[in-house]
């Protein structure tokens, strides 16, 4: 059996977990398919989350995509401007092979009052 083949355990560490941290506790990272990601139970306040504002938070960002291509020997950069409620849509092309080109950059864009 190659090294390659083996099962890779990656040891547990300890995180602030951005957006939604609790000042007070660390969130656990995990790993699921090559991907770390932490699992979070409450939002910054102590508050249990909500479906319907969570939903409508990311319906009301905006993300800019940059894609570099290659053109006939020319680099270009693509600035895409989604909607959160087109994004799903728009991997979608682009992991079908609709779009073509290189992920560079991905950026989320919030309204400039949420409160």
């Known amino acids: 059996m190659k090294d390659d083949d083996k099962i890779k355990h990656f040891v547990p560490r300890k995180s602030r977990t951005g957006f939604f941290s609790n000042k007070n506790k660390f969130a656990k990272?995990?790993?699921?398919?090559?991907?770390?990601?932490?699992?979070?139970?409450k939002d910054v306040n102590g508050i249990s989350f909500n479906k319907r504002s969570?939903?409508?938070?990311?319906?009301?960002l905006k993300y800019s995509i940059s894609l570099m291509r290659?053109?006939?020997?020319?680099?270009?950069?693509?600035?895409?401007?989604?909607?959160?409620?087109?994004?799903?849509?728009?991997?979608?092309?682009?992991?079908?092979?609709?779009?073509?080109?290189?992920?560079?950059?991905?950026?989320?864009?919030?309204?400039?009052?949420?409160?």
């Not at 969570?54 to 009301?60: V, W």
Request: no cysteine; net charge negative.
């Open 54 to 60: 969570l939903e409508d938070f990311a319906e009301e």
């Open 70 to 115: 290659e053109i006939k020997g020319e680099v270009f950069l693509y600035e895409y401007f989604i909607t959160g409620d087109k994004l799903k849509d728009f991997l979608d092309a682009y992991i079908n092979g609709k779009l073509d080109g290189k992920i560079i950059q991905i950026e989320k864009h919030m309204q400039d009052s949420l409160a």
């Open 29 to 41: 990272i995990k790993n699921y398919l090559g991907f770390e990601y932490v699992k979070l139970k």
